[in-house]
Structure formats: structure tokens, C-alpha cells
């Protein structure tokens, strides 16, 4: 029998945890879904990523706001993916941060990627009609972008990584709590999503400056904050496996479906039952194939490429 396409038949609901890391420092985490975040300043909010429409994004303010009712000053966008990014309007944020590259991809291929990821993760959008648009950031960078958090709070920075999950993303950092977010160049206990992705730099010089932060908690995309340095070095290594293993794969195949056989193979004992690892890797080994033969920028993902990838390897 056919696989259902994606995660089109992932309709039940997550269970979500808000958890404090440090003193005015939030994270929600729901099961393996797209984790969230937010960080107090003296007298402002910096929340990090926006969830998929701005109901869902209403319903994480709702649990936040029990904490804190400080006003949105920046909202932080660590990618283009719509599932982060398309509950934007919800915040009213005074300044939409992002990485220069982020703000291209937008321009780009945005609309597409609205499509596709809608029709691979419904559940995710709730009341898809309230998204007004594509979210575009008011404030990008290219190396490094400060916020003074005010008083004693110290500093939150963002900080470029290299080419990784995307051509753009960025991490925020906590200097002082040694607490880092790090978007989905990093997955802790949940399979990568690799589809827009440069697999050697991510896997190397892009990994090696993400570790060097040092940090003693880590958000990642999606999966448990891990906590304590042995927990952070383990989601680190865990998504450097991956990336290592798909690398050995499908570089030693011939066809693009041997190289699907061989990585979901080698792959499936260790991460097969973690989220999304069914959905991801048929896209995963498609973008990779085309990157180890010449394709150096990802081509664009639409709905219908999507399910002619999808037909190919994984039915």
C-alpha cells in the first residue's frame, strides 16, 4: 500500500510544553512539531519564530502572555520555511529580523513554498485564511545582529553559521544563560529536513561554529530542549550523523532511487520512528542527489514537484 503523501495524514494534535530555561527565557515544544520561543528584555519581548498562521501563533502568545506581558519589540525568524514563519502577523512585532539570504529566498521562491508546505503538513495550519500574506522582514543582517536586552539582561546576538538547513539561517544566542536557539540547524531526538539544504556545509564548517558556542541549552527545530552540555553535544552529533550517513549513501549509489533505498536503509534503525523522518527523506535524498551532481543552489519546491518526488521513491 501507498504511503500517505508527507505528513498528510498526521492530523492529531501534539502535545505542547512551555518550559522557562532561565529567568525570562520561554521555549514551547510540542512533540517533534516546530518548536518556538521567546526571550524578556527589560522592558520589551523578543519572541522566536512564527509558527504557521497567526492563529496557531495566537494560541503560543496565549500561553506566553501567563508569564509576561511585555510588547513584542522583535520578532526573530531563523529561516524562510512557511511553517515558521507565515503566523508573523500575529505579533505585532515593531521589528521582523532575518537573515539577509532569508529575505532573498522569500522574494524568491516564498509562494511556492507556501503551497508545498501546506499541502505536506495541513494540520499545522490552522485557519490557513487568516495568513495575510508573506512575511517579509523589516530588519536583515549578514554576520551578526545585536539586541541589548536592557538593564542587567545582557545581550541576545544572532549569528550566521554558514549555509546549512538553508542558504540563511541564523541562531540566537545567550551569551550570559549560555542558552542557544537554533532553528532546524539543529534537531534534537527528530529526523532533519534536508530538502533546501548544502549538506557538506552544514555537516562540517556550519555544524563546527554552532558547537563552538559552548552552549549548556539548546532549542533546536523541532524535538526536547536538550539541556546540559552532554545533551547539546548529543543533538549536535545526532544531526551531524544524519547528514553524514545520507552523504555516504547517496554518494555510493547510481540511480537516484538506489540512493533513496540505501539511505532510508542505513538511516531507518536509528531515526525511523522520529518525527517526520517518513515525510522528510524521499525530499531529503532528492535535494542531495542534485547537489552532489552540479546543482549547487536547491531547485524550488513546488506542490506538484512534491508529489512527483514523493510518487517516485516513496509509494
Known sequence: MAKPFASSADLGEKRQSLETLAEGVYALTAEGDPNVGAVEGE??????EALATPVAARAWLARLREHTDKPIRYLV???????RVLGASAFGADVIVTHEKTRELIAERGEQDWASEYARMPRLFKEPASIPGLTWPTATFSDRFTIDLGGDRGDLVLHYCGRGHTEGDLVAWLPRQ????????VESQAALYTGDAFHRDWASSTLDRVAS?????????????????????AAVGQTRDFLAVMLREVS???TLKEAFEHAHRALEPRYGSWPIF????????????????????????????DREVWDELQS
Open 43 to 48: 522592558d520589551f519581548l523578543v519572541c522566536f
Open 77 to 83: 525568524l531563523s529561516h524562510y520555511h512557511a511553517v
Open 178 to 185: 549560555r542558552i542557544l536557539f537554533a532553528g532546524d540547524l
Open 213 to 233: 558556542f559552548g552552549a549548556e541549552t539548546l532549542v533546536g527545530g523541532r524535538g526536547a530542549v536538550a539541556r546540559g552540555a552532554g545533551e547539546v553535544e
Open 252 to 254: 555510493a549509489a547510481g
Open 278 to 305: 517518513e515525510h522528510c527523506l524521499p525530499f531529503n535524498v532528492s535535494r542531495l542527489w542534485d547537489e552532489l551532481h552540479g546543482v549547487e543552489r536547491p531547485r524550488v519546491w513546488t506542490a506538484e514537484r
